[in-house]
Nanobody
Framework: QVQLVESGGGLVQAGGSLRLSCVAS????????MGWFRQAPGKEREFVAA????????TYADSVKGRFTISRDNAKNTVYLQMNSLKPEDTAVYYC???????????????????WGQGTQVTVSS
């Protein structure tokens, strides 16, 4: 079992920045990929970004490319999502997710991820 706890959400004006963190339990964090997804009211959950087990590969949704950066610190069992140049359309609940398949390739499909955090709200005002 893996427990994921997100933090760092909040209210920010358009153009501002936030950094989300997600801490994972367990001793095998460094062996599996991590992802960030988001869900806005009335919409389906959508992929935001993913990072490989060693941080060597990342992928992003087109809507956030160039504005968001995913990173991880395996010594701290933590994955981050740095969000810059935020827009009102970025407003959503953000979830981190773990694909507990050792050294799996990163994926932008929610079905590839086995464990999910409870989510953190990000609200961007215009």
């Amino acid at each position: 079992q893996v427990q994921l706890v997100e933090s760092g959400g909040g209210l920010v004006q358009a153009g501002g920045s936030l950094r989300l963190s997600c801490v994972a339990s367990g001793r095998t964090f460094s062996t599996y990929p991590m992802g960030w997804f988001r869900q806005a009211p009335g919409k389906e959950r959508e992929f935001v970004a993913a990072i490989s087990w060693n941080g060597g590969s990342t992928t992003y949704a087109d809507s956030v490319k160039g504005r968001f950066t995913i990173s991880r610190d395996n010594a701290k069992n933590t994955v981050y999502l740095q969000m810059n140049s935020l827009k009102p359309e970025d407003t959503a609940v953000y979830y981190c997710a773990a694909d507990r398949t050792i050294r799996a390739r990163i994926s932008n499909y929610a079905a590839a991820y086995n464990y999910w955090g409870q989510g953190t709200q990000v609200t961007v005002s215009s």
